[in-house]
């Protein structure tokens, strides 16, 4: 029997829950949402005891989340036959087997409903820095209509706030996003409190160009999203005052600009079309004869650009991109490449040139590295130009 049509049996076998149990549609999460703790686990005993193999679907999707977790523990195995009992043991040796410490006997279910289970429903996320220099951050919380409300923000501390989108939906439907959000191979999001959520939205907003609206619906919704207790320590920070660079340097970090993992966060267009100017001018010099020598004059103009590129409010946005680098770095586990941003960090907060650094020239070569190679080839044409944009992906 498939979990759909044990449910709808189990429906018009328990005509108190039908009501609960019809409208989730088959949706084991849904269920959570629709059930109290109660009726969950009720209906999870009965499916041990009429359809174990349903059962054991449910309880596998169960596992997933911190409600089903508790019904799983709270079922008794007493009076199940012995395909149920197999069905509910073999559940709680995996949750067992997953660092869940299970009590030597189970808890009774004695309220309808935890309280305030609609207040719980709240929380924030952070992506990684895209190669753009934007990142999402999402904020969830109870819907005053039932279900739950998420925020969608694109900010970046360059570009201010890039997008924002409301989105309601159930529990489960926002559970299952989050997800997803969470384990996916590129850029996972990662769980933050949201009052610093929402001061890395606030930061964004505040350096959002003057004259230039909000995303549609964003000012409506500022004062939810992007208001943080003074203070609140931003990701970058936390990382900062936790993890010491140690013998990491900035050649380090250049590695993983070079390997596409943090970077290259390009400037304004309007300066990448004048460097491609200059790279022109140079490349169709007749002063230049040598290759080495064409080769050696676009790359100083690169080095030379460096410190005009990174003026002081860039090297401030540039500090917090690679501090945040480093934070999600630090949350995955990797110390190693964590200390590397943080040791390029420290050159972009000092005052020295940035001509020799490693990390400022590829943060600048990379986009232009089609407009050089042409360069370096011959004459540049008119369309390089346009060549400075064509490697980036926008969020």
Known sequence: MSLADALEA????NEDLADEIRPANGDAYQLLDSL??????RLLGWLLAEAPEAAGELAEAWMDEEEG???LLA????????PGRKVLRRALHRLRSSGVALPERAPTVTVARIGGVEDRIEGAWLSPLDPMGARFAYQLEPHPQGGARLFEIVVDDARGIVGFDVYSA????????LRDLTKREAFPAIEVPLDVARA???RAAAVHPTGQPFPKGFTDWRTRVAEAPEGTAFPGEEVASALAVGDATPEDAAKL???GRIGPWPADQEVLVELVERLRTAADSPLIVSGSTKQEQLQEIVAAAADEVFDEKA???AVIRLQDSAWSFWKRDDDGAARACLAAAQVFAGSGELRDDPVARLLLELPLRPALEAAEAGPVPDEAAEAADSPIVTP
């Open 69 to 71: 977790v508790r019904i």
């Open 170 to 177: 159930s529990r489960s439907r926002v559970r299952a996003f």
């Open 36 to 41: 109290d703790d109660a009726g969950a686990a």
């Open 75 to 82: 079922v008794s195995d007493e009076g199940l036959p012995k």
């Open 10 to 13: 189990a429906a018009s076998a």
């Open 200 to 202: 890395v939205v606030a």
């Open 315 to 317: 090297r401030q946005v």
């Open 257 to 259: 600009v070079e390997a």
